[in-house]
């Protein structure tokens, strides 16, 4: 039975093409969902693209939390449904308070695209578990809004709890709190990051195929 | 007619660059002595007839869930408004 994940696209997403073709890389079954879906069609894990949904009108992510896909999302994760947000997609995690915090404006006040060096810290979750703690990878990302923030109390309840995913490794290309990437919620079936995993899955149309193991570590988890 | 105002900030701790960025613009428009600049966000909602208690309500629900963040933002909300008491007459 192959393993089927799902990749939304919102009004103004623009990565979900990527990330279907990141899905069917890793060798599992791309299904395109639609943002208006009031149902799953049965989906194994669900990817939450990249892009500007919704315009970014009011602040990123903020409108697509409420489409009627991500009722279901919402209420799958809670019972262990892996969901990966990239960019755009851990935007509207952090606005659905699947992760806590927020992504603000990059305190360079820039738009920011480059391949970036990030460290792996936690390699337990269903999306990481196929790199090695401590692993440098280059991923690219591009964004505007990517300054992770969270009150300390928060933050240092993600690092007590091991829930830092991905850090950035050299400096921060946007003044994220403690360099923060990517996080997880404490089952590690939630992860957000801002770099782009999908775009790094072959070294023809990306910097390395650093992002692949994102695709291959849930296709792992969910035929173990 | 009532006029709801909801005034979104960033938080006192949330670095705003957007509000340094005009900050820094100003003194290249001859305009000295401005200590620091923020940037916010203003919603006016509009009523009709009176506003009702539950309709405030909702409001305060909306303003704190939708349209602030409230891990980045804080807001005001006030009412604007000149004839919160409806006189019935046409205006």
Same mark, same amino acid.
């Given at each position: ?23 069917? $890389? ?6 395109? &969902? ?29 409108? $697509? ?8 999302? !919402? ?43 990030? !460290? ?18 280059? !991923? ?14 928060? &933050?240092?309840? &993600? ?17 994220? $709190? ?14 957000? &990051? ?5 775009? $790094? !899955? ?23 | ?35 620091? #600049? ?11 007839? #009176? ?19 409230? #891990? ?12 919160? #008491? ?6």
């Amino acid at each position: 039975m192959s393993v089927r994940v799902g990749v939304v696209t919102f009004p103004g997403s623009l990565d979900d093409r990527d990330a279907l073709r990141a899905v069917a $890389a890793a060798r599992a079954e791309p299904v395109g &969902l639609w943002h208006a879906d009031a149902d799953l069609h049965g989906v194994d894990a669900v990817v939450l693209p990249g892009g500007f949904s919704y315009g970014d009108y009011l602040r990123a992510g903020a409108i $697509a939390r409420f489409a009627p896909v991500m009722r279901l999302v !919402i209420e799958q994760a809670a019972a262990g449904l892996p969901v990966l947000g990239i960019c755009n997609g851990f935007q509207v995690l952090c606005e659905a308070h699947l992760l806590p915090g927020a992504l603000a404006r990059n305190d360079h006040q820039r738009f920011r695209c480059q391949d970036q060096q990030l !460290i792996m810290e936690r390699t337990s979750t269903d999306w990481t578990q196929g790199y090695q703690p401590g692993q440098v990878v280059v !991923i690219p990302l591009k964004h505007g809004e990517g300054r992770y923030v969270a009150d300390s109390p928060t &933050l240092d309840e &993600l690092e007590a709890e091991g829930r830092v995913v991905v850090r950035y490794f050299g400096q921060s290309p946007n003044g994220a $709190a403690r360099g923060i990437a990517g996080i997880s919620n404490p089952a590690g079936n939630v992860v957000g &990051l801002m770099p782009h995993p999908e775009h $790094a !899955i072959d070294p023809l149309t990306g910097p390395s195929a650093d992002g692949l193991p994102f695709f291959t570590s849930v296709l792992q988890r969910l035929v173990a | 007619m009532t006029r709801v105002v909801v005034d979104v900030m960033p938080k006192p701790e949330i670095l705003d660059p957007q509000g340094q960025a005009i900050a820094q613009a100003l003194p290249t428009l001859g305009c000295a002595g401005v200590r620091s #600049v923020r940037q916010g966000k203003r919603f006016e909602l509009e009523i009709d007839g #009176v506003l009702t208690a539950a309709q405030r309500t909702d409001i305060e629900r909306i303003a704190a869930s939708l349209l602030t963040n409230p #891990v980045i933002e804080d807001f005001v909300l006030r009412i604007e408004d000149d004839d919160v #008491v409806d006189t019935g007459r046409p205006r």
